[in-house]
């Protein structure tokens, strides 16, 4: 039979007792701990019997002098310091003595360390979700929801964010309830409550796990895996095979070789950006593919909202874009003296902004829009 | 229960106090309490030690001696005066109960 064992056994402060419990469950087994360091205990087997563990939040700051009197008075009662963490002191019962638990005054336990300990747990629980809440409002103040749908990897960061908010909720909630029991237990002299130890483990392996989910929450949405160039031949031979409408396709004939083409997207949101220039200006045209219907609303939504929008990045002043009827789902068109139009449509799951000197609502046109968008497929 | 002032003494504080009318450091209170009590009252390191930073905090303890990391209290004039005020109180709770026993009151 194996004589040493190794166990992972990461608990937050307000497990103390859980980890406790732990510790005399495995001591009853016949494993007293040897050493705990960064949530990483080693056990050696034992033939004592009355060993048991207590453990003890490790006040701070105190003084070192002050500590060792504590740990000699300890030491002098029957429980000597075992292991020693950033948050726990543990005590192990000395052979042959049968000590009384260290703390016997549950109200002055809970006074003195317990408010204080549950006080800064829920805020530890609470500032992150602040800061993701205050990220959030940052973020969605600059682009839309659904442009997370444009990446997996920002889909991947906001599921990150989600299960950080969600265990932070959860475990805010749950510290919450436990220091209420607690202080009810501490006011009527009772021994406290002990938290359940699986329980205990996953909230301490969810600490370890926070920082894990933090990173990449942070990083992901910065990885590019869209195409993007500016004035390639490149550009010009993935165009013709892309649902893009081009300055040539409307009837151009010097078309300059000043081109700009992104492709990005999931198997969620499909999006391809293109413009092209003639010599009498230029052609934006900007293709999405959804994959739900409400998605393709969101879109449409949002492009309304953005062409009318005084700060947003056009490449023409603000416009409003009037509803129209030209074969589509849905259309909605803009029309200015000059000639210029802009004409956003949605087409099932698809939805397309053509802009430039064209006339949409010649059926000639509008063929060769629906042809270059693919929406005749 | 949160205690701001020391002017009800829970049965550890007043032993405690009790057992620092002589020089004593914190082991020797524990073992001094429980042989005095018969074991009825333990008092647990954690909490004695808790007790004698509030007690010597508020003036009602000092600390009168110090050896290989033990510190020996002993009682101030104003402890002297509380466990005084405490046992007055206790007298007349026995007292009162007496005199309800005896039919002394109605």
């Known amino acids: ?377 | 229960m949160a205690r701001k002032k020391l002017d009800t003494l829970t049965e550890q504080m007043y032993y405690v106090l009790l057992s620092l009318t002589e020089d004593r450091h914190g082991y020797g209170i524990m073992q001094y309490v429980s042989a005095l009590t018969q074991e009825r009252v333990v008092i647990g390191a954690g909490t004695l030690y808790a007790l004698l930073a509030r007690f010597e905090k508020d003036g009602l303890i000092r600390l009168s001696a110090e050896e290989e990391n033990r510190k020996y209290y002993h009682l101030t004039s104003a402890g002297e005066q509380l466990l005084e005020n405490e046992y007055d109180r206790l007298r007349r709770q026995v007292a009162d109960r007496e005199r309800v026993l005896r039919g002394d009151f109605p």
């Open chain 1, 1 to 377: 039979m194996s004589q040493i064992t190794f166990s992972c056994l990461h608990f937050l402060a307000p497990d103390a007792k859980a980890l406790e419990a732990e510790l005399n469950r495995r001591a009853r087994s016949g494993w007293a701990l040897v050493w705990l360091h960064l949530g990483v205990a080693r056990f050696e087997r034992t033939e004592r019997s009355d060993l048991s563990y207590c453990v003890e939040l490790r006040p701070t700051p105190r003084v070192e002098e002050r500590d060792e009197a504590y740990l000699q008075l300890c030491d002098d009662a029957g429980w000597k310091l075992q292991a020693t963490t950033k948050t726990f002191y543990v005590f192990a019962s000395k052979p042959g003595t049968h000590p009384t638990p260290l703390q016997t005054d549950p109200a002055l336990d809970f006074e003195l360390h317990w408010s204080t300990v549950l006080r800064q747990a829920q805020r530890g629980a609470l500032s992150p979700l602040l800061v993701m809440l205050l990220l959030c409002l940052f973020f969605f103040s600059r682009v839309h929801l659904w442009q997370a749908f444009l990446s997996m990897w920002s889909l991947l960061s906001g599921l990150c964010l989600l299960l950080l908010a969600a265990g932070n909720l959860v475990y805010g909630l749950w510290l919450s309830r436990f220091r209420q029991r607690y202080r009810h237990y501490a006011q009527s002299d009772q021994s406290i409550p002990t938290p359940k130890v699986p329980a205990a483990r996953l909230r301490g392996l969810g600490a370890l796990l926070t920082p894990i989910l933090i990173l990449p929450s942070l990083l992901l949405p910065f990885i590019n895996t869209g195409y993007s160039q500016t004035s390639t031949a490149e550009n010009t031979r993935r165009m013709a095979s892309l649902p893009v409408v081009r300055a040539v396709d409307l009837g151009a004939t010097e078309v300059s070789g000043s081109n700009y083409l992104m492709v990005e997207g999931s198997p969620f949101l499909f999006h391809v950006d293109g413009l092209t220039f003639d010599s009498g200006g230029m052609v934006r045209s900007e293709f999405y593919r959804c994959r739900w219907p409400w998605l393709a609303e969101q879109v449409v939504t949002s492009l309304l909202a953005d062409e009318a929008q005084e700060d947003h990045p056009h490449l023409h002043p603000p416009i409003v874009l009037s509803p129209v009827q030209l074969g589509f789902d849905q259309a909605w068109l803009y029309q200015r003296e000059n000639g210029w139009q802009s004409l956003l449509v949605r087409e099932g799951n698809v939805v397309a902004l053509v802009e430039g000197y064209a006339d949409f609502t010649d059926p000639e046109i509008l063929g060769l829009v629906r042809t270059r968008l693919r929406l005749e497929e």
